[in-house]
């Protein structure tokens, strides 16, 4: 007997334009306002029609941290479904990673139901969907956000879903969240099919002419010149550019705080991570999508009469209430598209005079023989055989290769990273741009998933191993085969915040800082993952024995298994 036509509604628009906008996943986490997006789901089952694949994550952190991985490596938006307001509040710190780091994602939560007896289909019928219905679900994550919006009838459901898509993947890229409540998605919907081609993203804008020419004069005649930028590389396209354009003019980049690969770090005008003492030297700077190039507060500032370009898809930091950073010129425009035209302008000028060109170079040279100088130091076997970063780092260099892929969550160990897994490749490294810690092990599997033939190394402090709701992202990574590397620089405590204190009171507490601090006795990080996701665990507290476990380690994740190797360092 044939089956009985079925309707098709809200809930079937909003799937079926989610896949034709380009979204891969939906990293769910789903509750009792999704019934009506499971009935889709089975369905679409039945009949063959392509969806999105979701993906479980049981805790809407992980679930969110996820998409933010997946498109950081793909440069498409991704999905994540939270149940009402109580998941829309578990994406926590999360939905700011994504806005500051300007990741497109996603987020779609259902509204409790707004009618109470009976009178549409999905009309509340447990006591939880009263205690979910808040005045203003959306406000919750409004200010992170750069859109929101709710379902309010069938009928153009997909019209909603390429415009918010539209606007999360147009720079400056980031979350966007719609609502809908179960008689909503209920309703009877539309099946017209939308050509992508309408609903692209803006285009990505350039200089002005005049902006060009001057940025380039002041570059040739400057003394002692430099290029900052911390996130350039979020187009892979842009690191060729910046390369051709630095080589031709001999200027060095310095990269600060990077959270991409912006500029290959084996090349002779690379100046390395830390861009403070290249700043105070430099009469021209021009500061390359970053966000905070150098402190204000400090002595590492630009001098007086230096000449300051800053060129960023958000020159201004609109999202960042409080900020200022003094420059000659503002210019809003894509870093690959900026770039270009000033290699093209480059095409049609007189060549760079030699002997500044070659004095440049040597100048450059110098500097990067004392970085590498510096670094070589820091490479020796522990004469104590107690773990430090550097050497952990370090022996992981025999393990990795060019094309694996790096998910940095460590703080205060993370200058070692840089230091011995300096990327030259693009799109093989990856920060979250945010400030929120427990982003790391959802954006692992997310990378994993994106680039599933790539090894993926995840590292991470183990404050932050905490707050990255393990057990869910180990239990989804072997659900779905996404395994990877987990590097733990475990020092027992809260370093940075025990740094930070320091700092702001170099005499004062030192007696009851361990209390606010210190995460002593450690918790068995590696095991958390066996248990939930049947991670190959090591805990390592001697520096002998880590090469041997992290080959063991790779060979694991190589296999298909998860690893974790949760390092003792010596503690605060």
């Keep these: 007997m044939d089956k009985p036509a079925t309707r098709y509604t809200a809930s079937d628009a909003l799937m079926s334009g989610l896949y034709e906008a380009g979204v891969s996943y939906i990293f769910g986490n789903l509750g009792s306002d999704h019934a009506d997006i499971i009935e889709t789901m089975a369905k679409a089952a039945d009949n063959g029609t392509p969806l999105p694949k979701v993906v479980l994550c049981p805790h809407e952190g992980a679930a969110m941290a996820a998409a933010h991985g997946y498109a950081q490596v793909s440069g498409r938006a991704q999905a994540v479904f939270v149940h009402v307001d109580v998941g829309t509040q578990n994406l926590g710190g999360g939905i700011s990673n994504a806005l500051h780091g300007r990741v497109p994602v996603f987020v779609f939560a259902g509204l409790t139901p707004y009618t109470i007896e009976g009178e549409l289909p999905g009309s509340r019928n447990r006591s939880a969907t009263y205690l979910q219905d808040v005045s203003d679900q959306g406000g919750i994550v409004r200010q992170y956000v750069k859109w929101d919006y709710s379902i309010r009838t069938g009928k153009n459901v997909k019209q909603l879903v390429h415009r918010a898509i539209q606007i999360a993947e147009s720079d400056p890229k980031g979350p966007v969240y719609l609502t809908g409540a179960r008689e909503v998605l209920a309703d009877d919907a539309v099946a017209t099919p939308l050509p992508l081609q309408k609903w692209r993203p803006i285009a990505p804008a350039g200089l002005p002419p005049a902006g060009v020419a001057e940025i380039i004069e002041a570059l040739q005649n400057a003394q002692n010149p430099v290029i900052v930028t911390s996130f350039a590389g979020r187009n892979t396209a842009c690191v060729a550019q910046l390369v051709r354009f630095c080589e031709r003019l001999a200027i060095p980049v310095a990269e600060e705080r990077p959270t991409h690969v912006n500029f290959p770090a084996d090349h002779p005008l690379h100046l390395g991570y830390l861009a403070a003492p290249h700043v105070v030297a430099a009469d021209v700077i021009v500061v390359i999508d970053c966000d905070v190039p150098w402190m204000p507060s400090s002595k590492e500032i630009p001098k007086a009469d230096a000449r300051v370009f800053y060129i960023d898809v958000d020159p201004l930091k609109d999202t960042i209430p409080l900020w200022y950073m003094p420059s000659d010129r503002f210019y809003k425009a894509d870093a690959a598209v900026a770039l270009g035209q000033m290699n093209d302008y480059l095409d049609g000028a007189a060549p760079m005079d030699q002997a500044r060109h070659a004095q440049r170079l040597a100048t450059v040279g110098k500097k990067r023989d004392d970085l590498q100088t510096a670094l070589e130091k820091k490479r020796k076997a522990p004469a104590d055989n107690v773990i430090t970063p550097g050497w952990v780092t370090n022996c992981l260099r025999a393990e990795v290769n060019d094309d694996t892929i790096l998910v940095n969550e460590s703080v205060t160990s993370g200058a070692s990273i840089f230091d011995n897994l300096a990327r030259n490749k693009p799109g093989t490294f990856f920060g ?133 190797v949760d390092v003792r360092m010596k503690a605060i």
Excluded at 434 to 445: E, N, P
Excluded at 493 to 510: D, S
Excluded at 520 to 540: M, Q
């Design 432 to 564: 979250s741009g945010g400030s929120s810690l427990g982003w790391g092990g959802g954006a692992a599997l997310g990378t994993k998933l994106a680039a599933p033939d790539r090894d993926v190394v995840y590292f991470t402090g183990d404050g932050a191993f905490f707050l990255s709701n393990p057990s869910s992202v180990y239990w989804s990574a072997r659900r779905y085969n996404a395994p990877f590397l987990t590097i733990v620089f475990n020092n027992q405590g809260w370093n940075a915040t025990q740094e930070n204190f320091k700092r702001l009171y170099p005499n004062g507490g030192a007696e009851t800082l361990g209390d606010c601090v210190s995460l002593s006795p450690s918790a068995d990080f590696a095991k958390i993952a066996e248990a939930a996701g049947g991670a190959l665990a090591f805990t390592v507290a001697q520096a002998d024995a880590l090469p041997a476990a992290l080959k063991q380690a790779m060979v694991a994740v190589r296999g298909g298994r998860c690893a974790v």
